[in-house]
């Protein structure tokens, strides 16, 4: 695994602090540089953050999909290089940003420049800037919260983060209001690999990795292993 990945960043997970900006180092391009599947998989325990306005917003990643440069009809990439995809055939760990129902999701590329692969963001555990999120997704907050409805979907998780087609093209390794960074570890027992949700091409692919009873995982709770009411460190 590489060396990145195994550093760990001691933040309070809690929700009720701010993350510390300084000590969570970004994952460098090569984390990225690597097949989709992999990075999905590995992806998983990483923070995922950006800063508005001063505050840090995000969580730790708990699902994931893959979407590959060859032999996937669901991928954006199949199409070839498009104005509106261009981002996913950029530098590895680019944010790829897309429109959906109204809504975006947010992909970090993969592999070499050009190759057009991917790693949807699913679901994020929320950690930081809870009442940004609130605030965010029009919710009301308090003790009756439920924390599920902040970050579990990728359209959910783009409202809560003020994510859109701004953020297309963003590099969080070099941009200093954005962080993917190492956290808690996730053993490979953790985790689950199942197709992907939503769509109809290349449905069978097992592309799609998760948190093995994790809360704010989205989808079907039959498809864990363990009751869905974990949370990550």
Known sequence: MNDARQKQVHMNGTGDQPL???SAEALPPEFFDRRPEVVARQLLGCGFARQIEGIWV?????????????????????????????S?????????????????????????????????????????GIDRMVRH??????????????????GRLCHALAIDRRCDGVDPAVEEAWRVFSGPRVPRSRVTTTPRIGISQSAELPL???????RFVSGLARQHRRPRRDSLQ
């Not at 959906?100 to 999701?105: E, K, L, M, N, S």
């Open 20 to 22: 510390d900006g300084e």
């Open 137 to 154: 997704r029009g919710l009301v907050a308090g003790s009756s919260l439920d924390r599920r409805t902040l970050t579990t979907g990728p």
């Open 58 to 86: 995000g969580g730790w990643i708990v699902e994931t999909e893959a979407y590959l440069s060859r032999r996937d009809a669901a991928s954006h990439s199949a199409r070839g290089e498009k104005p509106g995809n261009v």
């Open 208 to 214: 799609r990795f998760f948190v093995d009873g994790n």
């Open 88 to 128: 996913m055939f950029g530098r590895p760990g680019t944010l790829y940003v897309y429109p959906i129902h109204a809504r975006h999701c947010v992909n970090l590329v993969t592999e070499p420049a050009g190759r057009g692969s991917a790693v949807l963001i699913r679901a994020l555990q929320p950690v930081w």
